[in-house]
T-cell receptor, first 111, second 113 residues
Framework: DQQVKQNSPSLSVQEGRISILNCDYT??????FLWYKKYPAEGPTFLIS?????DKNEDGRFTVFLNKSAKHLSLHIVPSQPGDSAVYFC??????????FGDGTTLTVKP | NAGVMQNPRHLVRRRGQEARLRCSPM?????VYWYRQLPEEGLKFMVY????????ESGMPKERFSAEFPKEGPSILRIQQVVRGDSAAYFC???????????FGPGTRLTVL
């Protein structure tokens, strides 16, 4: 039973446009959500997070939206840049402790 | 402030040998997590440790795998009698107490021949 799902394995967008990466979860106990970016042969890099008491968190070009009723979160990147091309993982946790990861979405930003 | 360190970066073992993966958390971090990533899959939680204490090992295979985080020194993930299916990237992450943001190391890529 996969508790965190990223249903789109890949996404391709044009430079300057918006990238929207989606993530769904099933465990209503999750109270903290994170997005990580990963380049090949490197570890995941923390990007942005959101607590369940919020519905939006913004950091520069990155915004995460949380819809608790739909158990859905999304990461918006605008404007997208070629350097954003990477695998993006959504993760969720209950209090402090282990994170449950989705399988990732490979984003390609075309110049 | 150095990030999470993992060594070795690449490890090759023959079937039946032992693999030892090391992780030094970020300075000031007292919580360590181990994850495994199989090809074409996401990261799967293995174990969560604090100094001298295993907090959650629900993701650890029941046999051959063990982990420790001693009072001094790095955290060690130990895989005994490795099999080909153990080939994967093993990532360590660390966090400060009371926060959920985990910072990852570069990973150890284990190849079992």
């Amino acid at each position: 039973d996969q508790q965190v799902k990223q249903n789109s394995p890949s996404l391709s967008v044009q430079e300057g446009r918006i990238s929207i990466l989606n993530c769904d979860y099933t465990n209503s106990m999750f109270d903290y959500f994170l997005w990580y970016k990963k380049y090949p042969a490197e570890g995941p890099t923390f990007l942005i997070s959101i607590s369940s008491i919020k519905d939006k968190n913004e950091d520069g070009r990155f915004t995460v939206f949380l819809n608790k009723s739909a158990k859905h979160l999304s990461l918006h990147i605008v404007p997208s840049q070629p350097g954003d091309s990477a695998v993006y993982f959504c993760a969720a946790s209950v209090c402090a402790g282990k994170s449950t990861f989705g399988d990732g979405t490979t984003l390609t930003v075309k110049p | 402030n150095a990030g999470v360190m993992q060594n070795p970066r690449h490890l090759v073992r023959r079937r039946g040998q032992e693999a030892r993966l090391r992780c030094s958390p970020m300075k000031g971090h007292s919580h360590v997590y181990w994850y495994r990533q199989l090809p074409e899959e996401g990261l799967k939680f293995m174990v969560y440790l604090q100094k001298e204490n295993i907090i959650d090992e629900s993701g650890m295979p029941k046999e051959r795998f063990s982990a420790e985080f001693p009072k001094e020194g790095p955290s060690i993930l130990r895989i005994q009698q490795v099999v080909r299916g153990d080939s994967a990237a093993y990532f360590c992450a660390s966090s400060t107490e009371g926060t959920d943001t985990q910072y990852f190391g570069p990973g150890t890529r284990l190849t079992v021949l």
